[in-house]
């Protein structure tokens, strides 16, 4: 649905078409917003959000691309792009190697380090392109991450990684962690599952959707220049978004590995 | 006006919801996605992290290993320096030495010689010396002789005469 002749209709008052026609002309293309509409396929009987692959596609090939670009013709002492995406993968491996520790961070930089990069550049695909100005029928396209079953995906897959880690490294003694330091604990170290993903991926999905209709509000409201400063405010949220998934996501891994008995002797 | 929007948005979702959408779908996307999410990591990891992480690693072993050469390169290039420094030492002191013993030698002959020298001219003064002594004492008897003779010759004519 569209905001701006809600936003009308909600105050009816004469003259309210003419005043629909006039804000359709000026406004249509910028302060369009639908919220929980999509673009639905059909795939084999189930129902999947078109416009979420599509610009989730865009983000994993720029990816690649990027990357390919960049490992075309690795030298020794890097130039451009090469030196970009090797001052990137640093952070991650920094990032990783913070939370997970020294010995055990090497297999996880993949994971963690997708998992920075694609909310990284979803975020800002959604704040930077214009993906508005592609029409698709029934939803519009936005941020990936805009989507609560890509956050979701992203938080499972989270608690898949801790889990997978911790019986790996620990084996059945990973169940031990449940009673540490004390038994009494044990229902709620077995909520810590449950809202571990239940905030990783409600952080995300909301930080991203509230910013884009922060934005699409205020460039309803005033369409010129009061909604920069937002604009990029959102392009900060949406980094420190990225950042803050990849690093609790590293954290519940190393925490997995590490267990609490570890901890006191570390 | 934002109480209306905030009812509007309340009322996207309401529709949303309605029309079999809504903000909190869960659908198959959830797992498409994850899965997607697994092969853009696995393409990455192939593409991406290992490739350049190899090259990172490849260039710490590389500089550290220059370094460490550097450093070894370093330290002998000092021990080099020492050696030479020790060995331009010795050799000042030894062309020192010699300078100072060919010094003594030369004072020595020069010395010798002067004496030699000096020892000739003392010999040969004092045979001049006899010779001369030896010539005088001759031409002194010559002398004599010939006083002798000329006082005989004196006396015999003086006498002669008279005799």
Redo the contacts between chains.
Sequence with gaps: MRLQAEAIRTHPQNGTEMLNSLHNLIFMPLAELEVGKHYYWHIGGLKVHGQVFLTSWFVASLLIGVAFLATRKVERIPSGLQNLMEYALEFIRDLAKNQIGEKEYRPWVPFVGTLFLFIFVSNWSGALVPWKLIHIPGSELAAPTNDINTTVALALLTSLAYFYAGFRKRGLGYFAKYIEPTPILLPINILEDFTKPLSLSFRLFGNILADELVVAVLVLLVPLFVPLPVMILGLFTSAIQALIFATLAAAYIGEAMEGHGAEEHG | ?LN??N???L???E???E?G??????????????I???I??????A???K??????D??DA?VRSTRANAQERLAKAERLAQEYEQSLADTRRQARSVVEDAQAEAQKQAAQSISEAQQEAQAQREATQKQLDEEKQAALSQLEQQVEQLSQQILDKLLGAAV
């Design positions: 006006m209306g929007l009812g509007l948005i009322f996207a979702i529709t949303a919801a029309e959408g809504g903000l909190f779908d869960l659908d198959a996307t959830l797992p498409l996605m994850a997607q999410f697994l853009l990591a696995a393409l990455l990891n593409i991406f992290y490739p350049l992480g190899q090259a990172i490849d260039r590389y």
